[in-house]
């Protein structure tokens, strides 16, 4: 059984939307805060979205919040593993002027399994 993981960050650098003999991919850059004071530092995390999601997670931008869940992949280069997520869902979190106008959006969720 693959391991399935679960971020929460801000998208690191706008999407890069490619198409593949198994249909379009969306590829993002999540950045998670870990650890604390002098300690503190950001995990970078490649995310790659399949399918119909892929044309909606093309659309986000740079510095949204986003949580992220699905399939833990991992690949060697040159002697370093680097890791990965296979997203089968990913929630986009309400803007900070939406919270400051007083607005309570909903949270945008789109996920692999309902398409």
């Known amino acids: 059984m693959p391991g399935m993981i679960s971020i929460t960050g801000k998208i690191g650098q706008e999407p890069k939307v490619r198409e593949t003999n198994g249909g379009k991919v969306a590829s993002l850059r999540v950045g998670c805060r870990v650890g604390y004071g002098e300690r503190a530092c950001t995990l970078w ?18 510095g949204e919040h986003v949580t992220v869940m ?28 939406a919270r400051q106008s007083g607005g309570k959006p909903e949270p945008m969720k789109h996920s692999n399994n309902g398409f």
Not at 45 to 62: L, R, T
Not at 70 to 92: F, N
Request: net charge negative; hydrophobic share 25%; charged share 30%.
């Open 45 to 62: 995390w490649d995310v790659d979205v399949w399918g119909k999601p892929a044309e909606w997670a093309s659309q986000m931008q740079k």
């Open 70 to 97: 699905g399939e833990l992949t991992g690949r060697e280069h040159e002697g370093k593993t680097y890791y990965g997520i296979r997203a089968s869902s990913v929630t986009q979190h309400e803007r900070q002027d």
